[in-house]
């Protein structure tokens, strides 16, 4: 098999697994988030309930600790596209996992030794 070959496979099974993640993803992460969440307060470690007065208070302590309030919005929010549920998400990994694999081939073509 050629190298081109492998290299076709293995987008295919990046797109599979793409599809695939968001129907066998948890619903209840336990990401930094949670944890942050949990440790204030905010949130119940096992559950997926979040109070949102003490999630605020537990942001505006961190902020006050740290004094650092730097926010960024996300381009695709919690893995998914508003409005579009399951579909949504499938199509927000899909775009992601295109773009790494696309960043992925430029690194490696502009990394290559000029004989390969």
């Given at each position: 098999m050629e190298k081109k070959q492998y290299i076709m496979i293995?987008?295919?099974?990046?797109?599979v697994i793409a599809?695939?993640?968001?129907?066998?993803?948890?619903?209840?992460?336990?990401?930094?988030?949670s944890a942050?969440?949990?440790?204030?307060g905010?949130?119940?470690?096992?559950?997926?309930?979040?109070?949102?007065?003490?999630?605020?208070a537990a942001e505006e302590q961190a902020i006050a600790i740290t004094g650092n309030d730097f926010s960024f919005d996300a381009p695709l929010p919690d893995y998914g596209i508003e409005g579009l549920d399951?579909?949504?998400?499938?199509?927000a990994v899909v775009i992601g996992t295109l773009l790494m694999l696309i960043?992925?081939?430029?690194v490696a073509r502009m990394t290559a030794r000029p004989d390969n």
């Open positions: 293995g987008i295919a099974i990046a797109l599809v695939a993640a968001p129907f066998i993803a948890s619903g209840n992460p336990d990401g930094l988030e942050f969440f949990s440790i204030h905010a949130k119940d470690f096992r559950g997926d309930e979040l109070d949102e007065d003490a999630a605020e399951k579909p949504g998400e499938v199509l960043l992925v081939y430029g």
